[in-house]
């Protein structure tokens, strides 16, 4: 029954359809607006439109803020968390890179071997004796150590590097000074990467701590610090950093660059104690070095004789009898007043000085010709916390000196006439005032700032032409 009607509706319709465009079916215009409206999209597609849509915003927001802020770029970046991932990574990457770094850079062997090459392809000046290289032969040994080193020596036999140094008539360089300059860069460079290393937040900057943890570390490779007691590691430690910090340091924020420590006369001063021999070396020039092992010694020497009550710190009275008493009491005063802080337990003028602060007092009178020892006593100088001295400055401050001058029964003075003196010596840029700046570059200020706090001082600037005459008899000797 149902082939026969069919049969029947077949033959009737014998016609094609006409098919619609898909533009005009239903269907099809529901499809497209499901399609587009993101609802039949897989789970993948989904993500990536959302990324998309999120990323877009962000950057929206970002324009939005830039054209808002103006041309002020941004200047804080808050540093990862202890323990954070960033932060595991930020320290995996550093110790990827400073090792990449240590192993650029050349051992002693290579040292040696460089040195070998330079001395076997120089030649001999007829005049000088002294063995040089022109830049032919420069470039000749730059491919024999590479050959005998590798090539991480060939950035030191540059053309810029052969064009530093002092050239004679012919256009040679001397080769000592070429290879100082390249020992010097290797351990410039090894003691950055040692520094950065201790640098717990990759600032560039070392906390006393972790300054305190380099010197540690180089204290086996100093041939006059191996012998130090242990007990008196930590003391010296804390010593020799803290001259890094005086001068590294000058705002006092707790930090100390490490790109300044570099280039600092500390750190040269420091390494000095690579001499093997202790003959080569004379007490003086122990003395004198801040970070010999004498040195450390006498500064804790002198404060332990200082502190008669052995409280740890100094009283202004105990502080009277530093360097045989010839420090005035106006000066003794005016250090207690601006580089001691006032004590927390004490009573409310209780104000005594701690070993730090001595050690600041100490390197400021034996650096007094430097620019952060100088800026330490100006400030004491400056009584009244105006930024300059005056006359009536001068001469308050020399009353002092001039009573202990009297009790050492020297001769009269006019204190009238050594102000004026002081004023010939600085020749301030103001007629009526004495300003930092006057001392720095009058290049007398240590001895000016030694004849106002010091009657030795004084003594030394009175007697400056007997005392140079003793110093050149022995050597016509």
């Not at 149902?2 to 898909?22: L, M, R, V």
């Not at 039949?40 to 990323?55: D, N, P």
């Not at 040195?115 to 830049?135: F, P, Q, S």
């Not at 242990?230 to 020799?240: E, P």
């Amino acid at each position: 029954m149902y082939s026969g009607s069919s049969d029947g509706e077949g033959g009737h319709e014998a016609a094609p359809k006409k098919i619609p465009p898909a533009s005009s079916m239903p269907w099809v215009r529901n499809l497209r607006r499901f399609i587009g409206s993101g609802a039949g999209l897989g789970s993948e597609a989904l993500m990536e439109l959302e990324t998309k849509r999120i990323l877009l915003e962000i950057f929206k927001e970002r324009q939005q803020k830039n054209a808002e802020a103006g041309s002020i770029p941004s200047f804080y970046k808050k540093k990862p968390e202890e323990g954070s991932i960033s932060h595991r990574v930020q320290r995996l990457a550093k110790y990827r890179f400073l090792k990449k770094q240590s192993e650029l850079l050349l051992n002693a062997d290579d040292l040696d071997a460089m040195w070998v090459c330079l001395r076997e392809n120089c030649v001999i000046d007829d005049a000088t004796g002294a063995e040089k290289m022109n830049y032919e032969d420069f470039c000749h040994i730059a491919s024999v150590c590479a050959e005998q080193i590798g090539p991480k020596c060939r950035r030191f036999f540059s053309p810029s590097n052969f064009m530093k140094f002092e050239k004679d008539e012919s256009g040679r360089i001397a080769i000592l000074p070429f290879y100082l300059y390249v020992m010097r860069t290797v351990s410039l460079t090894q003691a950055r990467i040692d520094m950065s290393e201790l640098d717990e937040d990759s600032d560039g900057f070392l906390q006393p701590h972790e300054m305190e943890a380099y010197i540690r570390g180089l204290i086996p490779n100093l041939a006059q610090l191996r012998d130090m007691p242990a007990a008196f590691v930590q003391m010296y430690c804390r010593i020799a950093a803290h001259k890094f910090f005086f001068f590294c340091d000058p705002h006092r924020r707790g930090k100390a660059c490490i790109k300044k420590v570099l280039l600092s006369n500390c750190l040269q001063e420091l390494m000095e104690l690579h001499q093997e021999s202790e003959e080569e070396v004379t007490d003086t020039e122990q003395a004198e070095n801040w970070f010999s092992l004498t040195s450390a010694q006498r500064i804790c020497d002198m404060f332990l004789a200082l502190d008669k009550d052995t409280n740890g710190t100094l009283s202004k009275q105990e502080l009277k009898e530093y360097a045989d008493g010839t420090l005035t009491e106006i000066f003794i005063e005016r250090v207690f007043d601006e580089h001691v802080r006032r004590s927390k337990t004490g009573g409310g003028n209780s104000r005594e000085m701690d070993f730090e602060s001595f050690l600041d007092l100490v390197l400021a009178l034996e650096n007094k010709d430097t620019p952060e020892g100088l800026t330490y006593l100006f400030r004491c100088l400056d009584l009244h916390g105006r930024g300059y001295l005056t006359t009536a400055d001068i001469h308050t401050l020399f009353r002092d000196v001039h009573q202990k001058w009297i009790e050492g029964g020297n001769y009269e003075l006019c204190i009238e006439d050594v102000r004026d003196e002081i004023w010939d010596m600085v020749k301030p840029a103001d007629p009526l005032r004495i300003m930092l700046n006057d001392l720095l570059s009058c290049k007398q200020g240590g001895t000016v700032a030694s004849m106002l706090i010091d009657v030795r001082g004084f003594w030394a600037h009175d007697n400056r032409e007997n005392l140079l005459q003793e110093e050149e008899e022995p050597e016509e000797e």
